[in-house]
């Protein structure tokens, strides 16, 4: 399979903890963007990244939370401190920079993470 | 504010009729526009996309419609199947990268 990929697929912690999550993005992509959702709402941005550039950052991450993508490939989310607000789906989703599908967003199936 | 907007969070429709699912937004720089569909505990599965320049585009059942003056942009799903029924999102991007989404519309289609 050549999707997208996140991981864990569920998280549960304690608040105050520090959680990790990965999105290995389609490989030929080198945008790659994290959202966020919760119940009864559509996906949100959060930021995106272009190669190992971190391009925009929604006013939605704050100073707890924090994105890398070294090497243009792979792509880390960490949120410190946990409260039970950030409570929610995290989506990953990757696109090509150019070309026909480049304003199509492909998805992962999402890391659900709660927060006790 | 709500850029991207769903009015009706349900529809139910009998197997082998149309389904019509609504969108209305509010930015005028919005210059693209895409249809997600979405199963529980999975992401969006990209469905079909319009580019503002047309107002019609089509691929199989799927046929998304846009009228720039109204700001509005509907999907029609013909004819209707049991594994439609899902989320279904609207989303739209203009000048920046980032897709913005309405609230979603949950499809049920029944025999």
């Known amino acids: 399979d050549t999707g997208v990929s996140q991981d864990p697929r569920h998280k549960i912690t304690k608040r105050g903890q520090n959680v990790t999550f990965r999105c290995d993005p389609i490989?030929?992509?080198?945008?790659l963007y994290w959202y966020r959702q919760t119940l009864g709402q559509g996906p949100e941005f959060l930021t995106y990244?272009?190669?190992?550039?971190?391009?925009?950052k929604s006013r939605l991450l704050s100073d707890r939370f924090s994105a890398e993508r070294p090497k243009g490939s792979f792509s880390t989310l960490e949120i410190q401190r946990t409260e039970q607000g950030d409570s929610a789906m995290y989506l990953c989703?990757?696109?090509?920079?150019?070309?026909?599908?480049?304003?199509?967003?492909?998805f992962g199936p999402g890391t659900r993470l709660t927060v006790l | 504010d709500q850029q991207v907007k769903q009015n009706s969070p349900s529809l139910s429709v009998q197997e082998g009729r149309i389904s019509i699912l609504n969108c209305d937004y509010t930015n005028s720089m919005f210059d693209y526009f895409l249809w997600y569909k979405k199963y529980p505990a999975e992401g969006p599965t990209f469905l079909i996309s319009?580019?503002?320049?047309?107002d019609k585009n089509e691929d199989g059942r799927f046929t998304v419609f846009l009228n720039k003056s109204a700001k509005h942009l509907s999907l029609h799903i013909v004819p209707s199947q049991p594994g439609d029924s899902a989320v279904y999102f609207c989303?739209?991007?203009?000048?920046?990268?980032?897709?913005?989404f309405g609230t979603g519309t949950r499809l049920q289609v029944f025999p």
């Open positions: 319009i580019s503002s320049i047309k």
């Open positions: 989303a739209a991007t203009g000048n920046t990268d980032k897709l913005i």
């Open positions: 990244f272009q190669n190992e550039a971190q391009l925009e």
């Open positions: 989703a990757s696109s090509p920079s150019s070309g026909r599908s480049y304003n199509e967003q492909f």
């Open positions: 490989s030929e992509h080198n945008r």
